[in-house]
């Protein structure tokens, strides 16, 4: 069974520092998805990937294959990005289940 | 489009009674989930469907059961609630499978409290 480990827990950070997020699995996957889970509780995918780097607006995400490892980047943080960040994983092509990490929460103070 | 939609979002249940939790979607997508989500855990897959007709037990479908008559439902059914029912539950849809880099799209979950 993947175990999915993110880190850190728990992040405060003041506006508009750059933030990092880590993931680490560890058994092979054939796709990894970051979410974000806002305040009120509702869930929206990030991204998906399998190889490389993916950027949308100011969020950046990395996977690193061989070391097993992903990063969520956050450049110019807003506290609008205060969340709690998931990290998942799919283990085979073939499969219909993620194994989720317990996520981190994100706090940007003004 | 209205995306995922679950209802109800609350709900609290006595131990033994019985509940269905509703989720619909109108992205035509084959593939659903149920998850439940507890404090300080990652997400846990209960049940899902890869098209209408056709479901399969998750991590922990104990206590529950599921159906799939058309591409739009996919009910959760509690029956015989117990205290360790209680979490917060989310639906969920995809186009393709996880594992093919598809993004799932999440219901705004339900918050449900077994005494």
């Known amino acids: 069974k993947n175990e999915v480990e993110q880190s850190p827990q728990n992040l405060t950070a003041q506006e508009g520092e750059f933030i990092t997020i880590n993931c680490s699995y560890s058994v092979g996957i054939s796709a990894l998805h970051w979410l974000q889970q806002h305040p009120g509780g509702g869930i929206v995918s990030l991204f998906m990937l399998s190889s490389g780097k993916k950027k949308h607006g100011r969020l950046i995400a990395t996977i690193n294959i061989q070391e097993k490892h992903s990063s969520l980047h956050i450049t110019a943080s807003h506290p609008r990005d205060s969340a709690v960040y998931i990290c998942a994983v799919s283990a085979g092509a073939g499969s219909y289940q993620l194994t989720f990490g317990k996520g981190t929460k994100l706090s940007v103070i003004p | ?115």
């Open chain 2, 1 to 115: 489009n209205a995306g995922v939609t679950q209802t109800p979002k609350f709900r609290i249940l006595k131990i033994g009674q019985s509940m269905t939790l509703q989720c619909t979607q109108d992205m035509n997508h084959n593939y659903m989930y149920w998850y439940r989500q507890d404090p300080g855990m990652g997400l846990k897959l209960i049940y899902y469907s890869v098209g209408a007709g056709i479901t399969d037990k998750g991590e922990v479908p104990n206590g529950y059961n599921v159906s799939r008559s058309t591409t739009e439902d996919f009910p959760l059914r509690l029956e015989l609630a117990a205290p360790s029912q209680t979490s917060v539950y989310f639906c969920a849809s995809s186009y393709e499978r996880v594992s093919y880099n598809s993004p799932l799209h999440f219901g705004n979950g339900t918050r449900l409290t077994v005494t």
